[in-house]
């Protein structure tokens, strides 16, 4: 006989999981005294989105699931955003709640939530675990949904009773769920139709998603873009799906996408999505996307097929064994005629700024760390301007080595997921390229990095805004900030800020990050950068480094939201 | 366009709010909803109307599938299926309408089930229109009441569904 917690810490051992991210409280305080001598490394977050999003961070940098535990109310209800997050951008991770005694739910007991009702529509699925028989099969299977199909966060809600009582029932080998059966291999008529498409196109272009990353699947579509010639474009989250240094990467499309990536969208004969799901971020106005082009689409969902745009040639399955089977069926092939124009949208149109600017340009700061870590870093974002300069001027060539909040856009997420990058990949030199907003959102996590010795490394680039939405209100609000002035200057008169004379910018980060125990550096001049990101880079432990940077600064190019591709604003002037 | 959709789940709690959740959730009215055990008790058949366009239909059947406590989704518009529903509805009556409103109930085959002396209740089964159209002859009576099911169906095809 075993009790529901000595269950769950088998389960999770069997599951593989060896870090767990979390918070305790009163409903999981059986499961904390047996974590007391379990073989897991548990990391003691300071808020359980934090928590959540350590565990994503770990997920995407590792490929592994992810694992994260709060307790009942408030701290389950915290770790909704976290979920969500993971959910939008297919992130395998399971979040085990506590939850109060089984005869007390639903009679508003003392930190009582619905947690399961709460988080449906933001998990791949989730358990209230009623009958402690249950558990051992309820932690199998979560680990297999998380990993399985499209992955997923999965949610265990274990009322405290459940964790106490005993049960007999085997934590089982394998699973078999009835009604979930995820198709893997592709079918092979689809898969004849999409070579002849490829074999026939004379403009066909790739289009690749987060998908082809989680499908472990950089290698095939490497080998399939060399083979034949093809153009490689990546959406957000595909970045490091192929080698941005290759003659065949067209580098990021979609909104703040590469000029060439979007030109050559609009004028292929032949788009093949792999893992990548068509967001209204990436195609602009749906009606103008890829005018010219049969659309192909490889994925493991049946539902991300035809939902946004109609698909011509649909491939479900798993993008890996798809392009295996695909291959052969490819003809050799260089597209002379194709790729000189393309050559030429890129000559013409490359990603570019004010470089011979006096003032502290942002993009200046992530072609420094570019060039001071060789490529080589694991580079973690929040969510804004900051987010977009990273996918622009840092050039990604391996997979799992840009991590970033895509279909949710969660500011907060990149601090706490670079700590779980960190701690999935210790080899590496993890930065979290932040705004001075998003940073605000998560602080109190530094802590745990300092706590853990986690030498991730916190590059701000304080521009004094929220700077992207600055930007739309600049373009499209007429200079009207209204909200997004984070200095106290300058606010706008509703926003009734009572001591503006001599105001500073709040907070000071440098002091912050030594008030948690962290390096705190600040540059304020471009001449400045490359030092003190040497010695950031090269201090054992976490560091700030808060960058002093042209405050209206902005993302070019840029497609208008509903625009279509080709309706680049490309700078001010 | 309104589309009959049928989902064999698992019969387990939880599921139902699931599946609705996630058509309301996008923003549709399911217009009427049943859920009961089949002949296996592990597995419950969800019946749902939902008006929306073919296009959007398709999307929601796709993601139901996605759930991973659903079996099997069946869209049954533009198919050959039975549908039935049943209806309980308490009419007004005065001495003179009540013989002409139980005339009606036989030629419908429906059933008086209550007789009290100002109203009758009535149990109809049949197609929704057939219910809509009971329900448009007696209006002129007064309807005091009414309680309607929603649908139920199955497919014609020889085979399971």
């Keep these: 006989m075993r009790t529901g917690v000595e269950c769950l810490i088998d389960g999770l051992k069997k599951a593989g999981v060896k870090t767990i991210f979390g918070l305790p409280g009163g409903s999981v305080l059986d499961i904390f005294n047996k974590l007391y001598h379990a073989p897991f490394e548990f990391i003691l977050a300071r808020h359980e989105q934090g928590a959540t999003h350590m565990a994503d961070g770990y997920a995407r940098a590792s490929g592994k699931v992810g694992c994260c535990l709060a307790t009942s109310g408030p701290g389950a209800t915290n770790t909704v955003t976290g979920l969500a997050n993971a959910n939008m951008d297919s992130i395998p991770l399971v979040c085990i709640t506590g939850q109060v005694p089984t005869p007390m739910i639903g009679n508003d007991a003392f930190q009582e939530a619905d947690i399961t009702g709460i988080t449906r529509p933001v998990t791949k699925h989730n358990y209230l675990v009623r009958n402690v028989d249950e558990l051992p099969r309820i932690i199998a299977e979560a680990f297999h949904i998380a990993a399985t199909g499209r992955p997923g966060p999965v949610l265990i809600d274990i009322p405290k009773d459940v964790q106490r009582a005993s049960t007999s029932a085997p934590t089982p080998d394998a699973v078999d769920i009835r009604s979930y059966h995820p198709t893997t291999d592709g079918h092979p008529k689809q898969i004849a139709r999409l070579a002849e498409a490829i074999n026939k196109a004379a403009r066909p272009l790739l289009y690749v998603g987060g998908g082809a990353i989680a499908g472990n699947a950089a290698a095939e579509v490497a080998a399939l873009a060399h083979k034949s010639g093809l153009p490689v474009t990546t959406t957000l989250l595909g970045l490091g799906a192929f080698p941005e240094t290759d003659a065949l990467a067209l580098r990021m499309l979609g909104m703040h996408g590469s000029v060439t990536a979007n030109y050559a969208t609009h004028h292929c004969d032949l788009l093949v999505s792999i893992g990548a799901r068509f967001d209204d971020r990436v195609t602009g106005k749906i009606s103008e996307f890829a005018p010219k082009a049969r659309i192909a689409h490889i994925d493991i969902d049946p539902s991300a097929i035809s939902k946004s745009v109609p698909v011509d040639i649909p491939v479900v399955g798993d993008v890996k064994s798809i392009l295996r089977a695909l291959l052969p069926h490819v003809d050799s092939g260089e597209r002379k005629e194709w790729r000189e124009q393309i050559m030429a949208w890129k000559e013409k149109h490359p990603f570019s700024y004010d470089r011979d600017s006096k003032k502290l340009m942002p993009q200046y700061v992530i072609e420094q760390i570019y060039s001071l870590t060789k490529g080589e870093a694991v580079i973690v974002t929040e969510v804004g301007q900051h987010q977009m300069w990273a996918a622009q001027y840092y050039k990604y060539t391996q997979p799992r080595t840009f991590i970033s909040s895509g279909g949710l856009g969660t500011m907060g997420f990149g601090l706490p997921a670079a700590i779980g990058a960190q701690i999935a990949r210790p080899d590496k030199i993890v930065v979290d390229i932040s705004g001075d907003g998003s940073a605000q959102m998560n602080f109190q996590e530094v802590v745990v990095a300092v706590e853990h010795n986690v030498p991730i490394k916190i590059v701000i680039l304080n521009n004094g805004y929220l700077g992207m939405v600055r930007q739309w209100q600049e373009l499209f609000y007429k200079k009207e900030y209204s909200a997004t002035r984070l200095g106290q200057a300058e606010r706008g008169k509703n926003e009734n800020i009572k001591t503006k004379k001599g105001a500073k910018y709040l907070p000071d980060f440098v002091r912050l990050a030594e008030a948690h125990g962290a390096l705190g550096l600040r540059v304020e001049a471009r001449a400045q950068v490359e030092a003190t990101l040497k010695k950031a880079f090269t201090h054992d432990g976490p560091v700030v480094v808060e960058c002093m940077v042209e405050p209206e600064a902005n993302v070019y190019p840029m497609v208008p939201a509903g625009a279509s591709l080709t309706e680049m604003i490309q700078s001010m002037a | ?161």
Excluded: C, W
């Design chain 2, 1 to 161: 366009m309104k589309h009959v959709i049928s989902v064999l789940v698992e019969n387990k709690p939880g599921v139902l709010a699931r599946v609705v959740g996630l058509i309301s959730g996008r923003g549709y009215n399911i217009e009427t909803l049943n859920v009961a055990p089949t002949h296996d008790l592990t597995v419950s058949r969800i019946t749902m109307t939902v008006p929306g366009d073919d296009r959007v239909l398709e999307q929601v059947t796709k993601q139901l599938n996605k759930l991973v406590d659903v079996i099997k989704v069946y869209d049954l518009t533009g198919e050959k299926f039975i549908d039935r529903e049943l209806a309980l509805i308490k009419v007004q009556i005065s001495g003179r309408n009540r013989s002409s409103v139980m005339e009606l109930a036989s030629l419908f085959k429906a059933e008086v089930v209550h007789v009290h002396h100002k109203s009758l209740t009535i149990q109809i089964v049949g197609g929704s229109d057939e219910i809509d159209n009971f329900l448009e002859l007696v209006r002129a009576n007064g309807i005091v009441d009414v309680s309607r099911t929603g649908v139920i169906a199955l497919g014609r095809t020889e085979g399971k569904e």
